[in-house]
């Protein structure tokens, strides 16, 4: 039997059928064809948090009985996956199936495997966008819980009555954004729904391609929110590069780009860190931060695949402040031990 050296081989060789979605950043598919290349070390990780790979693959077989793997995966330097932890985990699995890759697992097999040292647990809002996104590209039905939260935001229930709605109807929803009077729905409830479910739908659009129409709705309610929501509107914006890049002016503007709203634009709204401006406004407000927070979220983002050359031209910026070259020593000094 030829040596199994790959993920995509693995499943390829057992007969199954596979998606592969990141869950480090933003839940967001990941082509074959681009995982392929990832799985080959030509390209390094698009999504990289914290220097791994997390992402989660959904597999199955002509039984139609589906499987789901949660990986995290250490990167190396580069950004490229390391092959060692992806070599044990693949051996783990062999040797659950007796080294026949062609044989099905078992449930006890699979919870099993579902405990190794490579999976990780989403976080709660993340695992309902990715239940409700698999249901939806396989073809499956929502949630139970999809029917009373359209109810609940299409104004057919009062805006007091939001307890019993749970956030993956709310997925549901979000993620169904493009069919029939889901947009709509979604965009009046920034106007009437209670503020915990105005916060419980921002946590999912940030993974949600968002019509302008919503987004500029979205941009407005950040403008006018409290500060300690603001946040929130912010991340939703994720998927409009330009509406972020407004958001985050208009953050800078009000001198709030505190610690939260840097973890949140490293997290989800990275695209506002291609432009030149936005890069300096943003070094030089996370040199404001301590210095062990500053090293922690450079190279977080430092690694991201499209800032990486930016970001290391910055440290070479003559115009920089005294404050961001002194970030910048203790960044260097923390790498040299």
């Known amino acids: 039997m030829t040596e199994i050296t790959t993920l995509s081989q693995f499943l390829t060789t057992a007969k199954t059928q596979f998606q592969v979605y990141d869950l480090g950043r933003r839940v967001q598919h990941i082509d ?3 995982f392929h290349q990832i799985e080959s070390l030509a390209t390094p990780y698009p999504y990289p948090i914290q220097g791994h790979a997390q992402f989660a693959i959904v597999f199955w077989d002509v039984s139609q009985q589906h499987f789901i793997w949660f990986l995290k995966l250490a990167l190396d330097e580069q950004g490229l996956l390391s092959p060692a932890p992806r070599s044990q985990f693949i051996e783990m699995v062999l040797a ?3 080294q026949d890759p062609t044989q099905p697992l078992s449930d006890e097999q699979q919870e099993r495997l579902a405990n190794n040292p490579f999976s990780f647990k989403p976080s709660q809002e993340k695992l309902a966008v990715f239940n409700a996104l698999v249901r939806k590209q396989l073809g499956q039905r929502a949630s139970t819980q999809y029917e009373f939260a359209m109810q609940y935001l299409s104004g057919q229930l009062a805006s007091n009555q939001w307890q019993q709605i749970g956030m993956q109807g709310i997925a549901d929803v979000c993620v169904r954004v493009n069919e029939q009077d889901h947009e709509a729905h979604i965009t009046t409830s920034f106007d009437t729904a209670a503020m915990e479910v105005q916060i419980a739908l921002c946590q999912c659009l940030e993974h949600v391609h968002l019509s302008p129409i919503l987004a500029s ?15 929130y509107f912010l991340r939703a914006l994720a998927s409009n590069c330009d509406l972020s890049q407004k958001a985050f002016i208009h953050l ?3 001198s709030l780009l505190d610690a939260n709203c840097l973890l949140s634009i490293a997290g989800r709204n990275w695209t506002v860190l291609k432009q030149e401006v936005n890069r300096s406004i943003y070094l030089e407000a996370l040199a404001l931060q301590p210095q062990a927070f500053f090293n922690q979220v450079f190279a977080d983002i430092v690694a991201i695949p499209s800032l990486r050359n930016q970001l290391l031209g910055e440290l070479r910026n003559p115009n920089r402040s005294i404050q961001l070259s002194q970030a910048i020593g203790g960044l260097f000094k923390a790498a040299s031990k």
Do not use: C, N, R
């Open 32 to 34: 074959l064809l681009a």
């Open 96 to 98: 659950a199936l007796g």
């Open 217 to 231: 709705k979205i941009f407005d309610k950040l403008t006018m929110a409290p500060v300690e929501y603001k946040t």
């Open 252 to 254: 800078h503007q009000a």
